[in-house]
């Protein structure tokens, strides 16, 4: 079974610290997709990256970056979190090649107060 | 952008049959995929299609119609478990941009007793 874990499932932070959000995959999936996910907007893709040390913005990537230098393990970062960066956070790869679908974390529920 | 539809809400009765519409217009088109996402958790994946016509598994069925932009997922005998959000993804493979998926806001059904 493929499995893929967050660092944590319920974080609170503070305005202004710097987060880092993990992710683990051990399928050896090139593909690995960060999400956030809200209220009545659904699942947004913020960034992404195909292999190592490769990142794609997606639709929402301001005030996040990421780091990919491993191929099991892609990192969020919030570099100054803001109150509007509250959210459920999901991490989710997959093959490069094939049919196969996104396999999802169970997510972080950040809150940034 | 991408564009992906599919109802807001939608009830129905145990032991009833409901059909969960989606909508899409996309370039570079790959298949559609169907997510089941219980509150507070992970979306599971329940079913993929990239050619014209119907894919049933057990109680699920999925339909794609490709030159209508069209899907819709089918749960019949319902059960008070599949009280959860439907949401509809749409792959987009485009350039050097494999596996990518873009998400509609998702279909939350209640199933009543």
């Known amino acids: 079974d493929v499995k893929v874990t967050q660092s944590s499932r319920y974080l609170v932070k503070r305005t202004g610290e710097k987060v880092f959000l993990e992710c683990v995959q051990d399928?050896?999936?090139?593909?690995m997709f960060w999400y956030r996910q809200d209220p009545g907007l659904g699942l947004r893709l913020i960034y992404f990256?195909?292999?190592?040390?490769?990142?794609e913005k997606g639709d929402i990537p301001e005030g996040y970056s990421v780091s990919r230098e491993k191929k099991e393990r892609f990192s969020l970062i919030l570099e100054s979190a803001s109150t509007n960066q509250t959210s459920m956070y999901l991490c989710?790869?997959?093959?490069?090649?094939?049919?196969?679908?996104?396999?999802f974390g169970p997510g972080t529920r950040l809150t940034v107060t | 952008g991408q564009n992906i539809d599919q109802p807001t809400e939608m009830t129905a009765t145990e032991g009833a049959i409901v059909q969960i519409n989606c909508t899409y217009q996309?370039?570079?088109?790959?298949?559609l995929f169907w997510y089941q996402q219980h509150a507070g958790e992970a979306p599971t994946f329940l079913s993929y299609?990239?050619?014209?016509g119907l894919e049933e598994k057990g109680r699920f069925s999925s339909f794609l119609s490709r030159s209508k932009g069209y899907s819709y997922l089918l749960l019949k005998e319902l059960q008070m478990k599949d009280s959860a959000s439907y949401l509809c993804?749409?792959?987009?493979?485009?350039?050097?941009?494999?596996?990518?998926?873009?998400f509609g806001r998702g279909t939350q059904l209640t199933v009543w007793p």
């Open positions: 989710a790869s997959r093959p490069r090649q094939g049919r196969d679908e996104q396999y």
């Open positions: 399928m050896d999936h090139e593909n």
């Open positions: 990256s195909y292999d190592v040390k490769m990142k």
């Open positions: 996309t370039s570079g088109f790959n298949g």
């Open positions: 299609n990239v050619l014209d």
């Open positions: 993804a749409v792959r987009v493979d485009r350039g050097s941009t494999l596996g990518r998926l873009y």
